[in-house]
């Protein structure tokens, strides 16, 4: 069973950084896209930024220059460097890992989530 275990959430003043981080039980070679997701009460989870196996990594416009999507293969990790932080970027950050098979539906696996707060 593919387990992605979040880390790093916390309080964080406006402007300041935090980094989290999302351990991989199996190689992330094995999943075509990384990503993480942000999702606050009341809305739907949406995409913050994305890794795909091959190919440019991709930001959603309200973080783009701000944070970075990384990937560390010899540890199997998926980080997400915030900086510059915003009140608004307060929400559960989600760690998700995306399999596509050859035939059939895309594989969705989740990590259980970590709080990220922005306030002074």
């Known amino acids: 069973q593919v387990q992605l275990v979040e880390s790093g959430g916390g309080l964080v003043q406006p402007g300041g950084s935090l980094r989290l981080s999302c351990a991989v039980s199996?190689?992330?070679?094995?999943?075509?896209?990384l990503a993480w997701y942000r999702q606050v009460p009341g809305n739907q989870r949406e995409l913050v930024a994305s890794?795909?196996?091959?190919?440019?990594?991709r930001y959603s416009d309200s973080v783009q220059g701000r944070f970075l999507i990384s990937r560390d293969n010899t540890k199997n990790t998926v980080d997400l460097q915030m900086n510059s932080l915003k009140p608004e970027d307060t929400g559960v950050y989600y760690c998700?890992?995306?399999?596509?098979?050859?035939?059939?539906?895309?594989?969705?696996?989740w990590g259980q989530g970590t709080q990220v707060t922005v306030s002074s």
């Open positions: 199996e190689s992330i070679f094995s999943f075509d896209v």
């Open positions: 890794s795909p196996r091959w190919g440019s990594r």
């Open positions: 998700n890992g995306e399999r596509v098979p050859s035939s059939g539906s895309k594989l969705n696996y």
